[in-house]
């Protein structure tokens, strides 16, 4: 396990501080990566690195379903009983070191896979972008929406008080950006029922017109 200075991002725990960082811009860290020299020299399924080569099948026919990718490696790792403060978690992005944990079932994987990746993702969307989704959940809200497409979003919009979301509180902005990973999980990891997908069919279909709109044919930058 990483020092906890390094985890930036972790599935269940709060505080990150990242989430309106500048676009390409984490903590002042630059967008190119230290030995970029080497990493050139991978192939485009060098985007993501296995440690354990049967994931690489599987992730592969999962990523056919996103808009093409791009930047630089991202490592994956199994890894055993992964926490957070509030108990087991599935995953764990780390996003400054470019890489994600799983501790999950291999059902599992797909929809993890991608809410993992909508992470790097999000970090990098840029805030017109990110502000703009922003509008779509808060559009639900007025609208008295509930229902989410992942647990991780869920628990969060159920916390969420009034005051939080005019305020645009940590915890808010925590919700908006596992909300844009369980969707993206929902729309692309290839998983059509799930008994965490609660919001209802309108909502679902507006934020996949605005993940349409708004990301496209990509590439996203991760
Ligand atoms: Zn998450």
Redesign the pocket.
Known sequence: MANQQDVI?F?GVEGSGIIDASPGNLNGESASPAGGATLKRLAVSGLFLFDDPSRRARAAAILRRLPPLRGAPVRIQGARGLRDRSGPVHAG?FLRERRIAFDCTRDEFPRIFV??VA?FVWLRLGNPARWSYERVLRAEFAAGVTGELGW?AEWRKRALSPRARRARSVAWREYC??SF??TAAWLWSGIRRHAEFTLPAGPRAARARWFARTLGRGPLSI
């Open positions: 991002r599935d992005s809410h993992e992470h991780s950006c596992e990973c369980d």
